[in-house]
């Protein structure tokens, strides 16, 4: 049974989670414990609850952030916390407790919650957001992070009113392939929420700028929506990075700022507390996406060299592309974000089949964070991978497949800027 088969409201609503959340630490010692990471205007405390397996090192697992309870009216988001922190306690989330460290924020806005209004912001962290999850993220730098949110009769859509649920891929770029990366998962998040019976949708940032901001007029917005989307990442400040107390630009999910800094895999997740009228129901609507989100960071996705969440091709394409180095996920983690905050410093790498037996990659670095150390990685239709050479010399390298190639993975130092030039020996196909 859900943990919750009402909407706690108001003040009692609020200490009524926050008595749930402590009995339930206390009952599940050795897998979860609570830290309060900061207090809130009102000086209400803002509890984060660890859940993981304490058993396995945290050098070797993926770091998940679940915010929620942004927005004071949204109040379906107040029992989905909850469930999802029961769910990851039960014997079928064992894998992912073993696999990664999730930390769930269940009540971000406590004002608002006791209000029942929204007491936040649609142009910006708020300070306290960005003092409260900053001291969070500077031990806990997310591999992905997801911010859950609620619609009610009219907040949705100008468009779609009273009864959407919907999968955000939250304020990406299209560098890499983050567009399409991101489209991927939200797929198979949606896929397993409809498997159970909860029909969501997936919309960008770019619909989400219809729903919210476009005239409800059908003669003209649709119009000019189709001729030049609007994209929103550029709207936000690109230094709103959780701890820096000016208030500016679009951020309507906690998350955004972390793939800037970090190239988290983020998402906006919206719940339904008005046509869906269950308290039950509600919650069981928003596990079901996020608990399959949970588990793919314990998978290798097809392009991926390791287990662990999509964040790792930071430049290029599949085809080639620069990734991270690195023994185990904390050490991948710590490259990934020092090369995602160089990424402009690298040329876009480049391949070549100078013959049929041979292929060529070069890549570029004119930055002054040197050595830099990265990984370049190309995907082949060749199964066999002889040598790889450059400057004349064999190099060390790893192979991986998915279902129909080969990937080819090269450590590679820079030693100082400039070119790196690779020579890859392969049998035909």
């Known amino acids: 049974m859900p943990v919750f088969n009402h909407i706690p409201m108001g003040e009692e609503g609020l200490k009524e989670i926050y008595q749930w959340l402590d009995d339930w630490v206390a009952k599940n010692k050795g897998i979860v414990h609570q830290k309060v990471i900061g207090k809130s205007p009102d000086h209400w405390e803002i509890p984060a609850i660890f859940i993981t397996d304490e058993d396995v090192p945290n050098e070797d697992k993926q770091i998940a952030v679940i915010t929620l309870g942004r927005h004071g009216q949204e109040f379906g988001a107040r029992v989905v916390g909850p469930e999802i922190i029961r769910y990851l306690c039960s014997d079928d989330a064992k894998e992912i407790r073993e696999a990664q460290l999730v930390i769930i924020v269940p009540v971000v806005n406590p004002e608002g919650f006791v209000s029942n209004e929204f007491r936040s912001s649609m142009t910006s962290l708020t300070k306290t957001e960005r003092l409260v999850l900053g001291g969070l993220f500077k031990a806990f730098p997310p591999d992905m992070m997801v911010d859950f949110h609620s619609l009610g009769k009219s907040a949705g859509s100008k468009y ?37 019976g909860w029909p969501y949708e997936i919309h960008t940032l770019e619909d989400l700028a219809t729903y919210y901001f476009g005239d409800t007029k059908i003669g003209n917005m649709p119009w000019s929506y189709l001729k030049e989307k609007v994209f929103l990442l550029h709207m936000q400040d690109f230094y709103d990075h959780y701890h820096i107390p000016e208030e500016d630009h679009y951020t309507n999910y906690t998350c955004g700022p972390a793939y800037l800094k970090w190239h988290t895999l983020v998402f906006g997740l919206e719940t339904n507390h008005y046509a869906l009228s269950r308290a039950s129901d509600i919650a069981l609507s928003g596990v079901a996406p996020c608990s399959a989100l949970l588990k793919m960071g314990c998978t290798r996705l097809p392009w991926e060299k390791d287990i662990g969440y999509p964040v790792n091709l930071l430049h290029g394409d599949f085809r080639i592309s620069v990734r991270p180095l690195g023994r185990n996920v904390s050490d991948r983690r710590a490259s990934r974000i020092r090369i995602w905050n160089e990424r402009e410093n690298f040329n876009l790498p480049q391949r070549e089949m100078v013959d049929p037996e041979t292929t060529g990659a070069r890549v570029r670095y004119f930055g002054r964070d040197l050595p830099m150390e990265f990984a370049l990685c190309l995907r082949m239709r060749q199964n066999s991978i002889k040598s790889v050479t450059t400057r004349g010399k064999e190099v060390q390298f790893e192979t991986y497949k998915d279902h129909c190639s080969t990937y080819v993975y090269i450590p590679t130092v820079i030693e100082k800027a400039g070119l790196i030039e690779f020579s890859i020996k392969h049998s035909y196909p």
Do not use: L
């Open 160 to 196: 779609d009113r009273g009864d959407m649920e919907v999968i955000i891929p939250a304020n990406t770029t299209r560098w890499a392939m983050d567009e399409q990366i991101h489209q991927y998962i939200a797929r198979e998040m949606q896929k397993a929420a409809e498997s159970e």
